[in-house]
């Protein structure tokens, strides 16, 4: 009786592999369809392009990083890979009310550590992410998952040196999740 | 036939609706497999959920084998698809870089969207990040101008390179899976058995 209660507190995710499955047939699908795969912070690097272009739109041309984003007839933000994370937002937006996971907002941590640090943590953390994920030509979806689906090399790669560092650093924030 | 849009087959007027329905997809999955939850995340560095694992692994052998697949009852031309380019130095730099992120941060980009809907504070701090991150290359980026162009192997996939064929990689990694499910589940039962202080 006691597994039984402890088991129906337990958020109810789906199996695992039926969701690795979903989401390889939904790379298969998107390759298919699109000729390109799945992605993330691409749409991240059209929103920074877009407020430098409103804030300093001079120096937002003259970079030679951004303005390979730039074009006359459309905005940054009027790209594939930005509609795609809207619907990210969305699909997750769905499956939280179908499961019923969505709350008020609230910080998920270790109880080594206060709320202010996980969120201090996050901000750090994803800026890491977003500086490697340019050098990487592409973050977990589009490098990692996307592109060692489609057996590109740059894919195995980036996804070899996200999951071999995170192991080899994992150690030393610990106090951080466990 | 494959891939629709770059044939012609689907005008590429739908271009943004079916970004917008496949990136639903890809959230819901996100989401309902729990990528929601940083520390389930996280837990495949600590051994005490594998569930990143079992996931990632399986999508990436479902899609290997269903490209080769489609190519195979020619339904899918492969010499149509994007190939990601490689640039060998920086992208190790920026796999180590996203490491480092990953255990600091918890999230990558993809699935810290899934978090923020459902309500997760951690991940919108995650986001502000990932958008200064980015900010900031861009502002800095004359300075590694060259680092950033260089190894540059081109468009090639894991047989340019080697010579062998995609089938045997597709094999090869589907054999690393499955051993990779069976080692985790016996290493996830062991550290959950000796970590009291949580509940998982």
């Keep these: 009786m006691n597994n039984q209660h402890s088991i129906s507190n337990e958020p109810k995710y789906i199996n695992p592999y039926l969701g690795g499955v979903l989401l390889g047939l939904l790379v298969l699908i998107t390759v298919f369809i699109t ?4 992605g993330a912070s691409g ?16 120096k937002a041309s003259a970079n030679n990083y951004m303005n390979k984003l730039i074009s006359d007839d459309h905005s940054p933000m009027y790209t594939w890979l930005v509609f795609e994370s809207l619907g990210i937002f969305l699909g997750g937006l769905l499956s939280g009310v179908i499961f ?9 941590h270790s109880p080594k550590i206060t709320s202010k640090t996980r969120l201090i943590f996050a901000l750090i953390g994803g800026a890491l992410f977003g500086i490697g994920s340019q050098f990487g030509r592409g973050c977990t979806s589009g ?12 894919g195995v790669i980036v996804m070899f040196s996200i999951f071999g560092t995170g192991y080899a650093v994992a150690y030393l924030f610990r106090k951080l999740w466990i | 036939m494959g891939p629709l849009i770059p044939n012609g087959i689907i005008s590429g007027n739908w271009d943004f609706v079916i970004a917008i329905l496949l990136g639903i997809a890809f959230g819901f999955i996100l989401e309902a497999s729990g990528f929601s939850s940083s520390r389930n995340i996280t837990g495949v560095f600590y051994g005490y959920n594998f569930v990143v694992l079992r996931v990632f692994f399986t999508a990436v052998i479902v899609a290997m084998v269903g490209v080769l697949y489609f190519d195979y009852f020619g339904w899918l031309d492969l010499s149509k698809i994007f190939i990601l380019p490689t640039f060998l130095t920086p992208m190790i730099l920026g796999g180590v870089i996203m490491g480092v992120g990953f255990i600091l941060g918890g999230f990558c980009p993809g699935t810290s969207f899934a978090a923020i809907a459902i309500g997760k504070l951690d991940a919108v701090f995650f986001t502000i990040g990932l958008y200064g991150g980015i900010y900031l290359f861009s502002i800095a980026f004359p300075l590694f101008a060259n680092f950033y162009d260089s190894g540059n192997l081109g468009n090639v996939t894991l047989t340019d390179i080697t010579g062998i064929s995609t089938s045997w990689f597709a094999m090869g990694f589907t054999v690393i899976a499955l051993a990779a499910f069976w080692g985790t589940s016996i290493i996830e039962k062991r550290v959950r ?6 509940k998982f």
């Design chain 2, 193 to 198: 058995k000796n970590i009291t202080e949580y």
């Design chain 1, 100 to 108: 019923g996971r969505v709350k008020k907002f609230r910080v998920e």
């Design chain 1, 35 to 38: 000729g390109r795969g799945l």
């Design chain 1, 143 to 154: 490098a990692a998952l996307s592109g060692t689906a489609t057996f590109a090399l740059g």
């Design chain 1, 43 to 58: 749409a991240i690097k059209s929103s920074v392009v877009t407020t430098a272009q409103i804030i300093t739109p001079e």
